[in-house]
């Protein structure tokens, strides 16, 4: 089945170390978005790509770097400089074409700090 | 700016109907989506409007004015599974992201 595949599930970090989550499509998207998700907060967007080699910050890009060097890979590395990772993170894609389309949301990954 | 507001709470028994508002103010506009999240999971889509009217799909319905920067999601015959956060989102002008509100937390009893 097509989807998006969010990895790992659950991530913890230690003071000053980067990170990395993983997100892969099958879908053949062309567009990837990366959101944060605090409780009680709706989503907010980190970065977001349109096709391969190109990508463009969101709200709240301060302290995550991303890379999108194959169409179906678009890794978010959440590094030292945010001081508060902890949250609940969704990958989402989109095909382009027709903008009724609606986001497909992966299960998401939930860092913590250790 | 951009701005989109929902209440963050509301209460409804099985079998009644809720409605839940959403008003936006955007700098672009190219259609409004609702999306339903369960706790610890993903949103999964559950509606689009990028014209004025209402778009029916079962026991669910959302209406859109964007005269009014107004849109609501309207929710029939509740079932204690509906209990979930509601999502409303406004896609940018350009195209290439959407905007998402705080959500509304819907707590379901019987």
């Known amino acids: 089945d097509g989807g998006i595949t969010q990895s790992p599930k659950y991530l913890f970090r230690k003071e000053g170390q980067n990170v990395t989550l993983s997100c892969e499509q099958n879908l053949n998207h062309d567009a990837m978005y990366w959101y944060r998700q605090d409780p009680g907060q709706g989503l907010r967007l980190i970065y977001y790509?349109?096709?391969?080699?190109?990508?463009q910050k969101g709200d709240i890009a301060e302290g995550y770097s991303v890379s999108r060097e194959k169409k179906e890979s678009f890794p978010l590395t959440v590094t030292s400089a945010q001081k508060n990772p902890t949250a609940f993170y969704l990958c989402?894609?989109?095909?382009?074409?027709?903008?009724?389309?609606?986001?497909?949301f992966g299960d998401g990954t939930r860092l913590s700090i250790l | 700016g951009q701005n989109i507001d929902q209440p963050t709470e509301m209460t409804a028994t099985e079998g009644a109907i809720v409605q839940i508002n959403c008003t936006y103010q955007?700098?672009?506009?190219?259609?409004l989506f609702w999306y339903q999240q369960h706790a610890g999971e993903a949103p999964t889509f559950l509606s689009y409007n990028v014209l004025d009217g209402l778009e029916e799909k079962g026991r669910f319905s959302s209406f859109l004015s964007r005269s009014k920067g107004y849109s609501y999601l309207l929710l029939k015959e509740l079932q204690m599974k509906d209990s979930a956060s509601y999502l409303c989102a406004v896609r940018n002008q350009a195209g290439t992201a959407l905007i998402f509100g705080k959500g509304t937390t819907l707590s379901v009893s019987s």
């Open positions: 790509s349109q096709i391969v080699n190109d990508f």
């Open positions: 955007t700098s672009g506009f190219n259609g």
């Open positions: 989402a894609s989109i095909g382009t074409g027709t903008l009724q389309q609606p986001q497909h």
